[in-house]
């Protein structure tokens, strides 16, 4: 089943913060977080474990909540190269990684 | 790093044509995948390969068929192309199907039907 993620889309300024939620009816194993920039291929960020830390790439991290099945990704201080979709896969008990429908996110200067 | 190619960036087929979208993994992995992107709609899967010949349908299987025949090369193909398959069409691999295992994407094939 699909993971859903909210919001939809978002608009920043840079140095701004953002957070962008994930969210399943399942029970999760592990959640991966990608970004994708316009005309590019999707590109890890990062990968949260049940009963793992949470996790950091450059000003972005990721928290697991396991009890919710929830993973939030928030990103500090915005920067421009910041700007793309982010988009959240989850891994249940089949262990297929499962896509929500992204997060559009825009950083303006 | 591992690199996955795909045959095309751009492609433009006319209805009931036989299209064939081709990609190719240079890091050993057991599995390659094939999604389609559309806006609104995220990644959803069309098919999986977990082993060379072996497969299994994803999400939205139909009009679409896969072959793998060499652990490497992960074909899509559109036996008879229709307008509502215009999509942007990526390729994926990954070491094996744990929890922790990464995807690594191609630059995608954004393919036309008219």
């Known amino acids: 089943q699909q993971p859903v993620q909210s919001p939809q889309a978002v608009i920043l300024r840079e140095g701004e913060d953002a957070v962008i939620n994930c969210s399943s009816s399942?029970?999760?194993?592990?959640v991966h977080w990608y970004r994708q920039k316009h005309g590019e291929a999707p590109v890890f960020l990062m990968i949260?474990?049940?009963?793992?830390e949470q996790m950091r790439h450059e000003k972005i991290s990721a928290s697991f909540n396991e009890k919710k099945q929830q993973s939030s990704l928030y990103l500090t201080a915005s920067q421009l190269s910041y700007s793309g979709t982010y988009f959240c896969?989850?891994?249940?008990?089949?262990?297929?990684?499962?896509f929500g429908k992204g997060t559009l996110l825009t950083v303006n200067p | 790093d591992v690199k996955v190619t795909q045959s095309s960036r751009y492609l433009v087929k006319r209805t009931g044509e036989k299209v064939f979208l081709e990609c190719v993994q240079d890091?050993?992995?057991?599995?390659m995948f094939w999604y389609r992107q559309d806006p609104g709609l995220g990644l959803r899967l069309i098919y999986f390969?977990?082993?060379?010949?072996?497969?299994e349908k994803g999400d939205i299987p139909e009009g679409y068929s896969v072959s793998r025949e060499k652990k490497e090369r992960f074909s899509l193909i559109l036996e008879s192309a229709s307008t509502n398959q215009t999509s942007m069409y990526l390729c994926?691999?990954?070491?094996?199907?744990?929890?922790?295992?990464?995807?690594?994407f191609g630059p995608g094939t954004r393919l036309t039907v008219l």
């Open positions: 949260l474990l049940k009963g793992g």
């Open positions: 890091m050993d992995h057991e599995n």
């Open positions: 399942k029970a999760l194993y592990s």
């Open positions: 994926a691999s990954s070491p094996l199907l744990r929890a922790t295992d990464t995807q690594y």
């Open positions: 896969g989850t891994v249940g008990s089949n262990y297929k990684l499962t």
């Open positions: 390969s977990y082993d060379v010949k072996m497969k």
